[in-house]
């Protein structure tokens, strides 16, 4: 499978093109775009294996907010 844009720009340490595309304002993509590819491998993991771990932590710190029903946020304090 072909890399997803999210996963391009994760494996090129691009954090300002990945908070975009994750951004209501630009890509506004979903949860989904952080899961793995055909290859097993998520943006973060990709990131992770580049060396840009303050990316990699970022983008896992995304996908469990974005994965969190905002009720639950809320009950936590989070929302």
């Avoid at 691009?14 to 290859?39: N, Y």
């Avoid at 097993?40 to 303050?54: H, Q, S, V």
């Avoid at 990316?55 to 969190?68: G, I, N, P, V």
Wanted: include cysteine; charged fraction near 30%; proline fraction near 6%.
């Amino acid at each position: 499978l072909p890399y997803l844009a999210l996963h391009k720009a994760a494996i090129k340490g691009r954090r300002a093109v990945c908070e975009w595309l994750l951004s209501p304002e630009g890509g506004g993509l979903g949860e989904q775009h952080l899961r793995a590819d055909g290859d097993g491998n998520t943006p973060a993991r990709m990131a992770r294996a580049e060396g840009f771990e303050e990316l990699a932590d970022y983008l896992e710190e995304r996908q469990r907010e974005l994965a969190t029903p905002p009720a639950a946020m809320e009950k936590r304090g989070e929302g």
